[in-house]
């Protein structure tokens, strides 16, 4: 695909347009209880064209990517905007002009494994589980890939294309507890191609041992006591956080829709210990999980301070809001595949670290607890959030206790944001995320552990 030049048909765009030719490539194999039941790979790609005229979009898209599927997507797209201009007649003004060029291919050097060398590193995976943990009631393995390669032209002047591959495992481990399942589940993997990532299935063996002792821990778990409780939540909690309850309610489009932030500009929203920050491609001197370097308007994608030492300063922007706000786009307009248009979405949100230890924290702690992983969550345009946790421990005099079963946190996160009184000083990212706002896309998450008050759910 890299091979496309779109270049040829900048003539044709006569408005505003962007062009882009896309193409997704996945791999999913799965092992439950050592049976392989799940051995795919399939492309998704093609062509679509999104045209602006004084206020209103004219879409199309094409699974075929030649010639005359090309034209044909710009003319229709054309068409479209036309009709609907002349039908809703908003009359609003032109689109920030942005021009941006880049190239960015994260694919490997390496030689490719086929498909069946990659059903035997899964297999590997969990042979290694049953013969190492033989207590077990179930094991599933899982090996997800996911390469998305666009080409992207605008009529601004824009020229980039990208290649961003993720690659994990993901694997649950369970037993049983008076005849009722406990399980642990942990993602092993990042940005890059399988090859680059993952050097052999024992690279990740060490990880896999620290979720069993985790798992038996949890064994032998308690329920936490219900109520506001003091917490320290571990980086995977804080980059939910960071991402659910606050990230999507500082998109411009939600906040255009009423989200609670759009009142909330330039003032206290939390502690002056939380900075947070969407990154475009590269914090603190690492590339980020999601890199984006050109978003899918053509934009050069720049870091948005959200929030600065607890006061809210600016929301994510794509060319349009950032017209209604008189300010510059952001470059978070991204769509998954080729067949959606471009939405408001964040890439990489995460919590800045801080001055204090992990362990200086728990040791602060006389009776609360110390929350580590987070299963699914949701929140709203309020911030309210509810999310589960599936792995945690008591803290008692400053002394990490017995783990805890499955539980809920909730509460407002803004009013969470303001109780922290302390910010660890490593950054981790979460970065097997998948962002479900009107269509699923690849996010990174992170942060620091934090320490705050928080409402936890009991027995």
């Not at 308690?222 to 320290?232: L, R, W």
């Not at 948005?304 to 809001?321: A, P, Q, R, T």
């Not at 307009?333 to 959606?340: I, Q, V």
Request: aromatic share 6%; hydrophobic share 35%; net charge neutral.
């Amino acid at each position: 695909m890299h091979g496309v030049d779109l270049s040829k048909y900048s003539q044709l765009l006569t408005a505003y347009t962007e062009l882009r030719v896309q193409e997704n490539r996945s791999v999913q194999i799965s092992f439950v209880k050592g049976n392989n039941t799940i051995n795919s790979r399939s492309i998704t790609g093609g062509v679509s064209a999104r045209v602006y005229k004084n206020g209103s979009w004219g879409f199309a898209s094409n699974p075929e990517v030649t010639d005359d599927s090309i034209r044909s997507v710009i003319k229709v797209a054309t068409d479209n905007a036309v009709f609907l201009d002349s039908r809703e007649r908003k009359g609003k003004k032109p689109l920030p002009v942005t021009a941006a060029s880049s190239d960015n291919d994260f694919s490997t050097k390496k030689s490719r494994l086929g498909q069946r060398q990659l059903v035997e590193f899964a297999r590997e995976v969990d042979s290694h589980i049953v013969r190492k943990y033989p207590n077990l009631s179930s094991r599933t393995v899982v090996l997800s890939c996911l390469d998305m390669e666009k080409t992207l032209l605008t009529s601004d002047g824009s020229y980039a294309h990208s290649m961003i591959p993720r690659s994990f495992i993901h694997v649950t481990l369970s037993v049983e507890k008076d005849g009722k399942p406990v399980e642990l589940s942990d993602s092993y993997g990042g940005l890059g191609q399988f090859e680059d990532v993952f050097e052999s299935p024992a690279s990740i063996f060490d990880g896999i041992e620290k979720q069993y002792q985790h798992l038996m821990k949890k064994k032998e778990g308690v329920f936490p006591e219900a109520g506001v409780k003091t917490c320290v939540l571990d980086a995977e909690l804080a980059g939910i956080l960071a991402h659910e309850a606050i990230g999507h309610t500082t998109e411009a489009d939600l906040v255009m829709g009423g989200s609670v932030a759009g009142g909330l500009l330039g003032k206290e929203v939390a502690s002056p210990l939380i900075t947070l920050v969407d990154f475009a491609n590269t914090c603190l001197g690492k590339t980020c999980p999601v890199p984006v370097y050109v978003d899918d308007e053509g934009t050069r994608a720049e870091d948005v301070v959200i929030i600065d030492k607890g006061v809210l300063k600016g929301f994510m922007h794509n060319k349009e809001s950032a017209a209604h706000f008189g300010v510059s786009p952001t470059g978070n307009a991204r769509a998954f595949l080729f067949s959606d248009e471009p939405l408001i979405r964040m890439r990489n949100t995460a919590i800045m670290p801080g001055t204090s230890k992990l362990e200086d924290m728990i040791a602060s702690v006389d009776d609360g607890y110390y929350l580590i992983n987070p299963s699914n969550g949701q929140a709203d345009s309020t911030s309210e959030f509810m999310f589960g946790i599936t792995l945690g421990y008591e803290i008692k005099n400053g002394k990490i206790g017995r783990a805890i079963v499955d539980t809920t946190i909730s509460g407002v996160a803004f009013d969470v944001l303001k109780t922290v009184t302390m910010v660890s000083d490593e950054m981790k990212w979460l970065s097997a995320g998948m962002c479900g706002k009107k269509q699923p896309i690849p996010v990174g998450m992170g942060g620091p552990a934090i320490k705050c008050k928080v409402n936890i759910g009991g027995r």
